[in-house]
Nanobody, 115 residues
């Protein structure tokens, strides 16, 4: 069964850090484009970071220098390390795996940045 399982969200104070994980099953992870999106209430979904299977990584301007995406092809897992978090980073974060053969979404994990 094709599935993405996310974890790592939570409540953190401004300036803090969180690491999100997304583990894939049922797909050829190494051939997938892995993308993290986020969506805040009342706002459009925003691409946060992406990683092509060749290793090229792309970030939204709003998170450059603060967030880092990494992938472990041996464990079928992609991570999003989020540092220097701001209240405007508060959103539901979703993992997406894309290829010519699949387009799969995780269930989402909530990140709340508040003092």
């Amino acid at each position: 069964q094709e599935q993405l399982l996310e974890s790592g969200g939570g409540l953190v104070q401004p300036g803090g850090s969180l690491r999100l994980s997304c583990q894939a099953s049922g797909i050829d992870f190494s051939q997938s484009l892995m993308i993290w999106y986020r969506q805040a209430p009342g706002k459009q979904r925003e691409l946060v970071a992406s990683s092509a299977h060749g290793g090229f990584t792309n970030y939204a301007d709003s998170v450059k220098g603060r967030f880092a995406l990494s992938r472990d092809n041996s464990d079928n897992t992609v991570y999003l390390q989020m540092n220097k978090l701001k209240p405007e980073d508060t959103a539901a974060y979703y993992c997406n795996a894309k290829s010519e053969k699949w387009d799969i979404w995780g269930q989402g994990t909530q990140v709340t940045v508040s003092s």
